[in-house]
Structure formats: C-alpha cells, structure tokens
C-alpha cells in the first residue's frame, strides 16, 4: 500500500495530467502517443494493482474495464493470424488508449469529486472553442488575403477546406474537428441548463454561453454531413427537453420544432444546385451529388460508403468468428475492391468507413460483441439515471461510426474511449463530493 503522502502526490500528479489530456484532442496526431506512454510509466511507478481493481469493482467500473482490455488483448494477438505483420503491430499504437484509459485513467476518476470532473469537461470546451475561433479567423484571414480567390466562390466552400486547418501540426478532417465540437456543444448545453458549480463563476458562464453559439457556426463552416446530422438531431432533443421540463408545453414545443423545419427545408432547397460538378455547399448538394455519382466506380463520399459495405460484408463472411486479422482488413478491401472493378478505391487503402464493420472484420464477432456491450453498457447507464448528455454522447458517437472508422486514426482513437470512460464514470458520481485532500 502507498502511504498518504505518496498516494496524494500520485493523485496530483494524475489529475494534473488528465487535465491536459483533455486539453489537446486536437493535437492528437503528435501528442497523444507520448501521453499514452507517460500514463502507463505513471501506472507502473504507482504499482497498487489490487487497490485500482478494488475501486473499479466498488464503483461498478470493472465489466466497461475489463471489456476495454479485453478488445486491447485481441489486437494485441491479431498479428498471430494476419499476413501483414507491420500493419497489424502498428493497430497496438492506434489504439493504445483502448488500453491506458481503462488501466490508468478509469481507477482514477472514482478519486475526484464531481467539480473535478467537470473541470476535465470545462477544460475540453475551452480549447476547442478557442481552436474553433481560431480556425476562423485564420481562414478568414486566408480567403480575403488570397489574390486567387474567386471572387464569386461561396465562403462556405472555403472553409470547408479550410477551417479545420492551422499552422500547426494538428489534424485537419472537417468529420472528427464537428465531432469534438459537437461534444463540446453538448457540454455547454447541460451546463447551462442544469444547476452546475462551475457556472457560478461569471466570466466562464459567459464563454459557455459564447460557445452555445460560436460552436454550432463552425460547425456548419466545416460542412460536414454527418457533423451536421448529429448536431441537428443532439438540437432537436434538447428543444424537446428544454421546453418540457419541469413542465410540459406541448405547443411550444411544436411550434418551435415546426419553425426549426421550415427553416431548414428553405435553406436546403434555396442552396440546392443538381449541378453535380458545383459542391459550394456539401450539406444542400449531398443528394445531388449522389444521384450524379458514378456507380460503377464511386468517387463520391455516399457513393463510395454504399459500395464497401458489401464489400465488407463479403469478406466478413468468411472470417465471421475471428475476423481476418488486425493487419489484413485493408488489403482484403482492395482485393475485392479489384474483383468488383472499383478502380478509384482500389487505387488507395480505403478501410470499411464503418467502424462496426471494420471491428467485425478485423477481430470477428469475438471483437465486435465487447464492443457493442460498451456501447449498451453507457446507454443503459445513461438511460437508468436519466442523464441526457450520455445518451446524446452515446448517439452522437454511435452515428458518427457509422460512416467513419474513428478508431483508426488519433482523432478519434482518443477521445471515443477517454470520453466513453469520464461519462460512464461521471454518471455513477453524485453531483457533490469532498475536495481532494492536499498533503
């Protein structure tokens, strides 16, 4: 056992450091591999393996940690059936957080009062309402500077490549930069509407409020379609809650809803265009796009989701159990994406765009189970206690894997299981709790 002084310093230490995991999500790309090594050297040093297992299993953390560990054995093992060793290796860097958050993290949150665990929530907002503001301004700046700029080009489409790019060595997909923001808005959101600490601090309540606004701009800036669908639906259920508790208003609800719908249906028919070459607005041209899409060898994004589905789903058939091996999912792809003729995408290493299929494929059902039973674990958790924000976390995640492999890469590789773990471990703590206790 640690004595107080040692265990104390250790929780400093921790929180510290989980304070800025939560503060660099956008800098995943070149940081959060080194921090992955540094919470499992921290771990190592600690050493109270008993004392971690006791608290998962006291504060009902211990089936959702053992689920994660169990998927980070599978690809740890999945290089014993693949063909292509290094890719196969390289999935246990991508997906080293499956393993940091459930042995480092998760012990640690039942630790904190339920004021620091917002502040883990408070601090991600921040920065991804100041990165948003500053994306803006740095393509704002971008397009009026640039001598070559149309003059008649739609400001949306310029920041769609754009706003999601700085001078700095971040990612830059418009998907995972709407997700984070997407989160964070939801943040915002509960914050404001409930009764919570940190907005009884004047100057934060006003950024929070900053950010209800600013954030759902740039996420329409980024056009991205499934950004866009799972901020709309994530509006639409808190309209409805919004103006139904504590009391109904049935009408009020409608009206607003109705109003909202009208609102949407002009926008998109005003900035519908069946010019299948004009994607100013990616949002109002999506289904023109896809009706114009070439089927026979899809290059648009739908067009080319509809077809590696089947795809998939015809490899996956065959490796149903065990799946094909962590490290052959994306030659398998382009084998079949070459029976079937579809020259573009097999010109390139396209994974399923479905982070289900992807896990079925890559680990089989014995992957895919304990996967989905996180997901089932978090909602039924969520639903239980009436907490709003993991449902629409859980949706908000959920539909955004339906057409992304977020695991695959940084962006999505780090805050799907560190936020998967705070809210699951948020929603089992009462609102209030003691101070850490300092040395």
């Known amino acids: ?100 958050c459930p042995l480092c993290i998760m012990p640690l949150l039942p630790k904190l009062t339920r004021k ?86 004047k100057a934060l309540k006003v950024l929070f409020i900053a950010a209800l606004i600013i954030l759902p701009i740039h996420i329409y800036f980024l056009q991205s379609k499934m950004g866009t669908l799972t901020f709309v639906l994530s509006l639409l259920v808190y309209i409805i809650v919004f103006f139904n508790s504590p009391k109904r208003h049935v009408i009020a609800t409608c009206t607003v809803l109705l109003a909202l719908a009208g609102a949407c249906s002009w926008y998109l028919v005003k900035n519908y265009d069946t010019d299948p070459t004009n994607s100013d607005n990616r949002i109002a041209n999506s289904l023109s796009n896809f009706q114009h899409a070439d089927r026979s060898d899809p290059r648009e994004s739908t067009a080319i989701r509809l077809a590696i589905w089947p795809i998939t789903y015809e490899i996956g058939k065959e490796h149903w159990l065990i799946g094909t091996g962590t490290g052959d999912a994306l030659d398998e792809i382009h084998l079949k994406a070459v029976e079937h003729k579809y020259h573009y995408i097999a010109s390139g290493k396209f994974n399923c765009h479905n982070q289900f299929l992807q896990i079925w494929l890559t680990l ?47 962006a999505g590789g780090t805050l799907i299981p560190i936020f998967t773990v705070i809210l699951f471990a948020r929603a089992q703590m009462e609102p209030s709790g003691k101070i850490l206790e300092t040395a």
């Open 364 to 410: 089989g059902l014995l992957g895919l189970i304990p996967f989905l039973a996180i997901f089932v674990c978090l909602f039924i958790s969520a639903y239980k206690k009436c907490d709003l924000t993991n449902m629409l976390f859980f949706l908000f995640i959920g539909v955004n894997l339906l057409v992304e492999c977020m695991l695959e890469v940084y």
């Open 116 to 201: 620091q665990i917002d502040l883990l929530l408070v601090c991600f907002t921040l920065t991804i309402l100041l990165v948003s503001l500053l994306c803006m301004a740095h393509s704002l700046h971008a397009f009026l500077s640039d001598p070559e700029t149309n003059a008649e080009e739609k400001i949306y489409h310029f920041y769609y490549r754009h706003a999601s790019m700085l001078p700095l060595m971040s990612f830059s997909h418009s998907s995972y930069c709407s997700m984070y923001e997407g989160i964070a808005w939801l943040i915002v959101a509960e914050f404001l509407h409930k009764k919570n600490a940190w907005m009884e601090h």
């Open 1 to 100: 056992m640690l004595t107080n002084k040692r265990a104390n310093t250790f929780l400093k230490i921790n929180y510290g450091l989980l304070i800025a995991t939560v503060s660099l999500f956008y800098f995943a790309r070149t940081i959060f591999l080194p921090l992955a090594l540094l919470w499992l050297v921290l771990t190592f040093a600690e050493w109270n393996w008993k004392e971690r297992y006791k608290i998962l299993k006291d504060n009902n953390l211990l089936t959702v940690a053992s689920l994660f560990l169990f998927i980070y054995l599978l690809y740890l093992i999945g290089p014993l059936w693949s063909n292509n060793i290094p890719t196969a290796i390289s999935e246990w860097e991508y997906k080293i957080w499956i393993l940091v």
